[in-house]
């Protein structure tokens, strides 16, 4: 076999990567740390005034990086939840399970900042728009996700049976993400695209995308913590983490 | 093969005939929800002509998914679900059958009774026209998706109330293209691109739930 193919493999195994998580945490959770310091302070005092919307826009640097946050972690997590199913890897769904709660609170923080800016832009607090049903929507599927692994006592059972429900709820994210496009609804257009470039100034540009990256290491430090948890929880019985220095003390 | 799926079929059919007050205690509880929104709203006919088929739709939602927990719990619970998943047919063949069995039992009925609701909600006969054609587009859909919750849940303690929380969110596109389709039909718009997508969610969901439902029920069955 390929040796580059054991390699990846290393780390599939819960006994290897609890101490490699261990080790990213503190870097991850640092970046974001000063990447969320930086984003706020150029999102408060860096960036200009928007000419239309005021001081409110504000929020966007807030609200955009979380909704895209709350998509990507649901399709990684779709993702890790069909390697769990085609490898039979025990660590695929605990990353699953971690990410869940995650991507469950970046939608909240989604839906709740773009009430407070739906208020004073539109003048109301919530409007049933297919962009913002469709995130809802993203919202229950977590929800659902949580509750079906948590109602399983088996845990082997309860990976595979979220697993399926995680790849079954992942075509609702092309229909949130294309909302904008498809129905002519009152959220507004897609800011930033790959294709097209972004429509905004370029401070307020940077300023999200500062955001977005501290977001996202913020995610990947929680998700990697919480996977500790879990992997602690469900390996509790065996040798290595009797063995463990943190587990003897 | 589709001797297999035929005979799922007519053994499912035989025993919801044999167990008839399953059919209408779904029946009925589709016909008193529908009926408690005037008693809510008030008989104002422009208002209940306005949210009839939204009404129609949700109930016929709910009373779907309130037969889901029938679907499969009878046969995990007497051993039949592991013969069938034993069995040399594809199992996609068997929950098709079981599925069809279901929404003949329960589905069909709702699309009979939904035009009388609709009389009473003073729908015109153009719009009770859409509204079948909608139910009966969407009414399978629906219970081929309920499948894959049904077969996720069994024997999960909690289960009915969980069933809800995994199947609503997915049964969200049926209803909004289901009631939509009626309303801009009556407003004049023409139903024919909500129609389309609620054909087009039918086709994804007949070719695609039963793969997920039956690896659902063999994780089940573990």
């Not at chain 1, 504000?58 to 769990?84: E, N």
């Not at chain 1, 913002?132 to 079906?148: D, H, P, Q, V």
């Not at chain 2, 003073?122 to 859409?130: E, G, N, P, W």
């Amino acid at each position: 076999m390929n040796s580059r193919l054991i390699n990846w493999f290393k780390f599939s195994s819960p006994a290897t990567f609890y101490p490699l998580a261990g080790r990213l945490v503190p870097w991850f959770g640092g970046a974001a740390a000063v990447l969320i310091a930086v984003g706020l302070y150029m999102s408060f005092f860096v960036a200009p005034t928007d000419y239309k919307q005021g001081e409110g826009y504000r929020i966007i640097f807030v609200h955009v990086p979380s909704a895209w946050m709350s998509m990507f972690i649901y399709v990684v997590m779709a993702v890790w939840s069909g390697l769990g199913l085609v490898f039979n890897t025990r660590l695929s769904a605990m990353m699953a399970n971690a990410l869940a709660p995650t991507g469950a609170m970046f939608t909240f923080v989604a839906l709740w900042t773009g009430a407070f800016w739906g208020k004073p832009m539109w003048g109301a607090w919530w409007v049933w728009d297919a962009r913002l049903t469709s995130e809802l929507i993203l919202l229950f599927l977590y929800i659902g996700f949580m509750a079906l692994q948590g109602a399983i006592d088996d845990p082997r059972r309860a990976d595979r049976a979220g697993a399926i429900l995680a790849l079954v709820g992942v075509v609702n994210i092309p229909i949130i993400y294309y909302s904008v496009t498809w129905w002519n609804t009152l959220h507004q257009g897609a800011s930033v695209s790959v294709t097209k470039g972004s429509s905004m100034g370029v401070i307020m540009l940077v300023t999200m995308l500062i955001m977005a990256f501290g977001f996202w290491a913020y995610s990947i430090a929680v998700a990697l913590s919480r996977v500790r948890s879990v992997i602690l929880e469900r390996e509790r019985d065996t040798t290595w983490v009797a063995e463990l220095a943190e587990v003897r003390r | 093969m589709f001797e297999a799926f035929l005979t799922i079929v007519r053994r499912d059919l035989i025993l919801a005939i044999r167990r008839r007050s399953d059919i209408f205690s779904t029946l009925f509880f589709f016909v008193i929800v529908v009926s408690l929104f005037p008693l809510g709203i008030g008989p104002e006919l422009n208002t209940l002509r306005l949210i009839a088929p939204g009404v129609v739709w949700v109930a016929a939602l709910l009373a779907s998914m309130l037969a889901l927990e029938r679907l499969f719990s009878a046969d995990h619970d007497d051993g039949t679900l592991e013969q069938m998943l034993l069995a040399p047919q594809p199992l996609f063949i068997l929950v098709l059958g079981k599925v069809t069995a279901h929404w003949l039992v329960t589905g069909v009925p709702l699309v009979l009774i939904a035009p009388l609701l609709g009389i009473q909600y003073d729908l015109s006969t153009q719009a009770l026209q859409m509204l079948l054609v909608t139910l009966l587009l969407g009414t399978p859909a629906l219970s081929l998706i309920g499948a894959i919750g049904a077969a996720l849940t069994i024997g999960v303690r909690g289960g009915g109330v969980l069933v809800s929380l995994l199947v609503l969110p997915l049964y969200i596109p049926v209803l909004i293209f289901g009631a939509g389709a009626v309303e801009a039909d009556v407003s004049g718009l023409g139903a024919q691109g909500h129609l389309s997508l609620l054909g087009a969610i039918l086709i994804l969901a007949l070719l695609l739930a039963p793969l997920a439902t039956s690896a659902a029920l063999r994780v089940s069955a573990e």
